[in-house]
């Protein structure tokens, strides 16, 4: 179920493969995008399996599926603090959650796009973030560190788990320079000599630059989502493919 998984401090901090759900097809198994109403379909998973993986991975962090609070994710910066009140609420359109409040799981989906976990393991306080192409170049992990901060925040760590690597993800030409205009860091050539993008590369200098301790799950082992299976890839599956996540959870 977990590629990482730990409690470090006040804050238990993992990030998902997609391995133990229920789900089947391109989706198989532990598949934690929004599903459809009723049976799967040739396009998208079940509404069942998808809330049923959810319950597995609650369970795990010894909550129920309400208490897994998630986003609808716009690729933006938007990033919202969250509590007690928002479980059973509907999901917020936002690419970050932070919190304070002890036992909540907040989870951050992803299959290609940087997956961060940022905390201050002392305080409790924390916060997961997706940062793909346009939530890099606008600096949504930036905006959940001042959202941290403004909770009282001081020493900050982040993960930055699963996502595609610089040497897989090709881009236009036009749209690496855009990117890089901006974040001279996500600058890179793929492997077949074509303009490519490092999202991760410049999620790093990001949260470098706002002093916050950067630990990557690639320095530990290969995590690219487009070459190894035990990942969903949007790049390699196309639409039909599932989606991991990032948790955190301030510790009861």
Do not use: K
């Not at 459809?36 to 959810?54: F, I, P, Q, Y």
């Not at 409040?101 to 973030?129: E, K, N, S």
């Not at 192409?133 to 900050?156: C, H, K, M, P, Y």
């Not at 890089?180 to 949260?207: C, F, I, N």
């Amino acid at each position: 179920m977990f590629v990482h998984d730990r409690v470090i401090g006040r804050v238990r901090v993992a990030f998902t493969h997609r391995h133990g759900g229920v789900s089947t097809g391109p989706w198989s198994s532990l598949n934690l995008a929004a599903g459809v109403r009723g049976e799967a379909d040739d396009d998208h998973d079940s509404a069942a399996a998808v809330s049923a993986n959810l319950t597995r991975l609650a369970e795990t962090f010894g909550v129920s599926e309400r208490e897994v609070l998630t986003m609808r994710q716009v690729h933006g910066r938007d990033v919202v603090v969250v509590g007690r009140a928002a479980v059973g609420a509907a999901p917020p359109a936002a690419d970050g959650l932070v919190t304070r409040t002890p036992g909540l799981v907040l989870l951050a989906r992803a299959a290609d796009c940087v997956p961060v976990a940022i905390a201050d393991r002392a305080r409790g306080l924390a916060g997961v973030a997706h940062s793909g192409r346009a939530g890099t170049q606008a600096g949504v992990v930036t905006v959940a560190v001042d959202a941290l901060r403004d909770l009282g925040a001081a020493e900050l760590e982040a993960w930055i788990g699963p996502r595609v690597c610089g040497a897989c993800y090709e881009v236009p030409g036009w749209m690496r320079d855009q990117v890089a205009a901006v974040e001279p860091a996500t600058w890179s050539t793929t492997r077949a000599g074509t303009p490519g993008l490092d999202l991760a590369g410049g999620v790093r200098e990001q949260l470098d630059r706002a002093g916050v301790v950067v630990h990557d799950l690639a320095d530990e082992r290969n995590v690219c989502t487009m070459e190894c299976d035990d990942f969903f890839s949007h790049r390699r599956q196309g639409t039909r493919s599932g989606r991991m996540g990032v948790l955190v959870q301030v510790q009861p």
